[in-house]
C-alpha cells in the first residue's frame, strides 16, 4: 500500500494518466490525496473529475479556488474569463453528476502516518493563528454550507477580498469568505495573518511588510507537517513540515506527486513534465 499526494492538475488529464500508471498506482491498494484544483486551464476537466470519482476512497480530493469557480460558474454566478476552460464539463452529460460530487469535497484534509505523525492538507494554506484542529473544524464549517440547500447563497457571496485578517468573532457570510479565501488563495500575508491577494510572485519577490504564509513567526502550524499547492511560481519545496507541489503543469512544466513512507520524513518526488497547455501568466 502507498500514499501519495499530488499538486494541481488543472484539467492536465493526460499528464495526471501518466503519473499514475508510473507509480502503477492501483485504487485497490493505493491512497491519493489531490491537493486541489482538479479543473480549469488545461484540456480535460471532465476525464480529471470522472477519474477521481470513479476512484472512491482511494483518490481523496480537497477543493481549490479554480474548483469553487466551477460550481459558481455552473450556477450562473461567475462568468468564464478567456482562459477558463470549463465548458468541457458544463457541457458534459454526467455534468450534474460530476457537480454534485464535487460539491462534496472539503476545504482541508488530514492524513495519519503509521506511526501516528498529522499530515495537514490544503489548497493554498492556512491563517497563522490557526491550529491543525482549527484548519479542520473551519474547513468542516464550509463542507456544511456546500452539501447544503445554501450553495448558490453561498457561492454568490462568496467572492471578495474582505475581511482580510481572521477574527474568530466573525460570522455568516463575512466568516465563511475568510475561511474560504485562506484555504484557497492565500500566498502572502503580514506577520499578523492580514492576507495579500494582488501578488502571485515567487516567494523571493513578497510584496513590502508580506511574507510567505508558512514563514511567519509563531505560526500555529509550524511543527505540523503540511502539503499545499496553488503557487506555481513557488516551485517544489521539501522541507521536514512543508512540502510544495504546485510545479505549473498547466504552464508547461511538470505535474509532481511525493510518496509517503511510514513516517512523514521518508519520501519520494515523483514527476513527468507536461505539454504547455496554456501560456504562463498570473497563476491561480
Known amino acids: 500500500m502507498a500514499i ?7 484539467g492536465c488529464y493526460d499528464a495526471f494518466e501518466q503519473l499514475l500508471h508510473t507509480v ?3 485504487a485497490s491498494r493505493d491512497t491519493l ?3 486541489g484544483d482538479l479543473v480549469n486551464r488545461g484540456p480535460k476537466s471532465a476525464q480529471v473529475l470522472r477519474a477521481c470519482m470513479a476512484a472512491g476512497d482511494s ?13 459558481a460558474a455552473a450556477h450562473g454566478l461567475r462568468r468564464q474569463s478567456k482562459r477558463d476552460t470549463l465548458s468541457q464539463v458544463l457541457d458534459a452529460p454526467d455534468k450534474d453528476g460530476l457537480l454534485d460530487w464535487l460539491r462534496q469535497q472539503p476545504l482541508a484534509r488530514l492524513h495519519v502516518s503509521a506511526r501516528g505523525e498529522p499530515l495537514l492538507m490544503v489548497h493554498a494554506g492556512v491563517l497563522p493563528q490557526w491550529t491543525l484542529q482549527d484548519s479542520l473544524d473551519l474547513s468542516a464549517e464550509v463542507q456544511a454550507v456546500l452539501q447544503s440547500s445554501e450553495l448558490a447563497a453561498f457561492l454568490h457571496s462568496m467572492y471578495g477580498n474582505q475581511p482580510d485578517r481572521w477574527d474568530p ?3 455568516g457570510n463575512d466568516r465563511l469568505r475568510c475561511i474560504v479565501n485562506a484555504f484557497t488563495r492565500l500566498r502572502f500575508c503580514s506577520s499578523e495573518g492580514t492576507m495579500d491577494f494582488d501578488s502571485a510572485e515567487s516567494a523571493e519577490h513578497a510584496p513590502e511588510g508580506l511574507m510567505p504564509w508558512f514563514e511567519v513567526p ?3 502550524t509550524a511543527q505540523v507537517t503540511m502539503a499545499f499547492g496553488h503557487w506555481s511560481t513557488l516551485g517544489h ?3 521536514p513540515h512543508l512540502m510544495a507541489l504546485d ?10 506527486m511525493m510518496r509517503l513512507g511510514d513516517a512523514l520524513a521518508e519520501r519520494e518526488l515523483i514527476q513527468v513534465h507536461c505539454p504547455q497547455a496554456q501560456a504562463p501568466g498570473k497563476s491561480g
Open 169 to 171: 468573532a466573525l460570522t
Open 237 to 239: 519545496i521539501n522541507r
Open 218 to 220: 509563531g505560526r500555529a
Open 24 to 26: 502503477d498506482f492501483s
Open 247 to 256: 510545479t505549473g503543469c498547466v504552464w508547461g512544466g511538470c505535474l509532481s
Open 4 to 10: 501519495y499526494c499530488i499538486g494541481d492538475i488543472q
Open 59 to 71: 483518490m481523496r480530493v480537497l477543493l481549490g479556488n479554480h474548483d469553487l469557480h466551477l460550481l
Open 33 to 35: 490525496y489531490v491537493l
